[in-house]
T-cell receptor, first 119, second 114 residues
């Protein structure tokens, strides 16, 4: 079965704090990708990052970093020195091949974590 | 830049009405998706289209149908709207030629059924 669990429903921090959003996944695939999306209050989901299961190196992009650990089936997202503009719902997602096969993949999303950064 | 547009940001309909939600993408993507988003339930896939006139049911297709007559347009149809279909509806598209390609989302349509 394919499943993504984001156990933290809501997190509230004060600006400049570091915050980590957890993502745990289950898949029977031996190779796979993982995604993170951000949904700001405007509503449109924005793609943040994609990681391949072959590559367990941490990824850093400015204040954002991702820690992928295949041994614990986790793909956690850390925001360093959080800012008010980071306030959003964050989703972790795992692709699942569809019945049509080929490169037609749909995403299994976690339920999301609402991050509120207070000034 | 990929652009996915949805016909309305907000829509109010009455129970029993037939409702059309339109989604258009401008990047020649093969795959298009309709999701609904509800508090506490995250995003749930309603229908998926992998090419023109081709569709596949998602996790919650009951009460919905879809149409994809042209590659750029994917319509979600509520044949007889009910109050439990009040929700945020999100459309997405994706380049279906690569396993790892991400989905691009539209701004969403918040539908209220009275």
């Amino acid at each position: 079965a394919q499943k993504v669990t984001q156990a933290q429903t809501e997190i509230s921090v004060v600006e400049k704090e570091d915050v980590t959003l957890d993502c745990v996944y289950e898949t029977r695939d031996t190779t796979y990708y993982l995604f993170w999306y951000k949904q700001p209050p405007s509503g449109e989901l924005v793609f943040l990052i994609r990681r391949n299961s072959f590559d367990e190196q941490n990824e850093i992009s400015g204040r954002y970093s991702w820690n992928f650990q295949k041994s614990t089936s986790s793909f956690n997202f850390t925001i360093t020195a959080s800012q008010v503009v980071d306030s959003a719902v964050y989703f972790c997602a795992l692709p699942l091949n569809t019945n049509s096969g080929g490169s037609n993949y749909k995403l299994t999303f976690g339920k999301g974590t609402l991050l509120t950064v207070n000034p | 830049d990929v652009k996915v547009t949805q016909s309305s940001r907000y829509l109010v309909k009455r129970t029993g009405e037939k409702v059309f939600l339109e989604c258009v993408q401008d990047m020649d993507h093969e795959n298009m998706f309709w999701y609904r988003q509800d508090p506490g339930l995250g995003l749930r896939l309603i229908y998926f289209s992998y090419d023109v006139k081709m569709k596949e049911k998602g996790d919650i297709p009951e009460g919905y149908s879809v149409s994809r007559e042209k590659k750029e347009r994917f319509s979600l149809i509520l044949e007889s709207a009910s109050t439990n279909q009040t929700s945020m509806y999100l459309c997405a598209s994706r380049d279906g030629t690569g396993d790892h390609n991400e989905q691009f989302f539209g701004p969403g349509t918040r539908l209220t059924v009275l």
